[in-house]
């Protein structure tokens, strides 16, 4: 059996297509019309286009150049971006032809009266390609084996009726748009185009001077699309202020940031941000002590930075005698992130878009917000406190994972760990250094701890540098890349 039809399938899968494949004789046709229709109705009713994406994944068209083009539209109206032939041969690398959705549009300006009747068609041929591949083959394998048990035979035979009662596959996915999402992936890597840095200043890769990895990275692959990161640390900590400086790299980076400032306010957090970006003074505007240039220049960096940190308020709890759950208020966040069409999604602090506090529940509620992140292809951050009463039964107050508050689903949703300390919150020490400390990385090497300058007037963190990470509760300090003490190369570390 043939994935698509052979007039329908791009000529390098017909030539390099396995020798298993070959050998198949089952071939099921598709109308390929319906989904000209459906692609059409995507690119001239934007409504429609969000209703039929919610609803169907590449994998559900078979045409040639098809699951590409959906792929491509959805990307475009993720971006809030309008479709135009040179746009769509730009975000698809040259894979989809624009001229060839042109005139899919043009030939059809509007909604046709059936569209419903081709979805359904469309819902129909896919049901049908995926029974043939999964149940109808294996039956056909069954009955053509004469040493199969009459009862195995009847399974098999029910089991064919049961995928043609379905209405819906949508998430199964097929094998062929797996492998091309894959190689999509490896060629962005191949390229440089796949690295998302945390944009701090040696964060994202161990300095030049380093002497056993110069210049490589340390967080792979950093605040990637669809991802999770926790930022972890005490009160007073500076998680808020590290998070507003790595939030202001990525609008830096033209990433669009949705930011749900939930601690300290939309206000007070922008100025931080438009602050660490000019290099002026917090305690000084904290004061008051100001010039008229000085306000006028953070208010057009507050302008500036708008065009890519936009804010949402605490929409959970303002209606009166409503009761709020968990999953409506996620729903919420799910809407907001589509809608804005966010590459970073801040969460600072994140529980409190929890109504149901249960370990189950909280459990519950990370995996949905770890499944949003997926589906909207957007990193999601989410800042979190350490449990206040384990940090003061130990001798050493840095954040570990065992600290976070709550359930242990945050370690298990979480790609990245990060916890931020600051050490003279505890001791007698200049207030001058910051720790960020990588407790986890699903993809990399882990513990690691980078030593920041810190001007806690300014919010400033810069010149990140390796230095020794020590276990909480031990004595000797274990640095897994370098011991700083003796110079010699540590073969510690773990991977997530």
């Known amino acids: 059996m043939r994935r698509r039809s052979e007039a329908h399938m791009p000529e390098r899968t017909q030539r390099s ?7 198949e004789s089952l071939r099921i046709p598709h109308d390929v019309h319906n989904e000209q229709v459906v692609l059409a109705a995507m690119l001239v009713d934007p409504a429609t286009c969000d209703r039929l994406l919610h609803r169907f994944t590449p994998d559900y068209v078979h045409g040639k150049g098809h699951a590409e083009a959906v792929a491509t539209i959805a990307e475009l109206r993720r971006r809030k971006l309008t479709f135009d032939p040179a746009t769509v041969a730009q975000l698809s690398a040259g894979k989809v032809d624009g001229g060839y959705l042109a005139q899919l549009a043009q030939q059809r300006p509007v909604l046709p009266p059936n569209l419903q009747y081709h979805i359904e068609m469309l819902q129909w ?22 040493t199969t048990d009459p009862e195995q035979m009847r399974t098999a035979a029910r089991r064919v009726e049961a995928a043609f009662s379905a209405s819906s596959l949508r998430y199964l996915r097929d094998p062929n748009e797996v492998v091309r999402e894959m190689m999509a992936e490896i060629d962005r890597r191949r390229t440089g185009t796949a690295c998302y840095p945390f944009g701090l200043e040696g964060f994202d890769r161990y300095e030049e001077d380093h002497p056993t990895k110069p210049g490589q990275a340390r967080l792979t692959p950093g605040l990637a699309p669809g991802m999770v990161t926790v930022i972890t640390g005490l ?7 590290f998070t507003a400086a790595v939030m202001l790299q990525q609008a830096r980076l033209k990433r669009r940031v949705l930011y749900g400032a939930w601690e300290q306010g939309a206000p007070l957090t ?5 602050l660490q970006s000019l290099g002026y003074s917090r305690a ?11 306000r006028d220049d953070v208010e057009a960096e507050g302008i500036r930075l708008s065009k890519w940190i936009r804010f949402i308020e605490v929409p959970f709890g303002r209606e009166r005698g409503k009761r709020q759950f968990n999953d409506s208020n996620l729903d919420v966040i799910h809407a907001y ?15 409190r878009a929890l109504r149901q506090m249960e370990p189950d529940e909280e459990e519950i509620a990370l995996y949905r917000q770890q499944a949003i992140a997926q589906e909207t292809k957007c990193h999601v951050v989410l800042v979190h406190q350490q449990r206040l009463k384990d940090v003061e039964q130990r001798e050493d107050k840095q954040p570990t994972r065992e600290g976070l508050k709550g359930s242990g689903a945050w370690i298990e949703v979480a790609d990245t760990i990060v916890g931020v300390h600051r050490p003279a919150l505890f001791k007698d020490v200049p207030d001058d250094k910051l720790l960020a400390l990588i407790l986890k990385q699903r993809h990399g090497v882990w513990p690691l701890a980078v030593e920041f300058d810190w001007r806690p007037e300014y919010g400033s963190i810069v010149k990140g540098r390796s230095v020794v990470y ?12 370098i011991q700083v003490s003796t110079k010699k ?8």
Do not use: C, M
């Not at 009160?235 to 202020?241: A, E, F, V």
């Not at 020590?470 to 890349?481: K, R, S, V, W």
């Open 337 to 351: 992130v589509a809608e804005t069409g966010a590459d970073v999604f801040v969460a600072d602090l994140w529980r």
């Open 17 to 23: 297509a396995p020798r298993t494949q070959q050998r």
């Open 470 to 481: 020590q276990h909480p509760g031990q004595l000797n300090a274990i640095d897994t890349e």
């Open 489 to 496: 190369s540590a073969k510690y570390g773990r991977r997530g």
């Open 125 to 146: 041929d896919r049901v049908r390609i995926e029974a043939a591949q999964g149940p109808v083959e294996a039956f056909l394998e069954a009955l053509r084996d004469q």
């Open 284 to 294: 000084a505007f904290i004061d008051g002590a100001v010039t008229q240039e000085e």
């Open 270 to 274: 922008l100025e931080l941000i438009a």
């Open 235 to 241: 009160s007073g900590g500076g998680k808020t202020t």
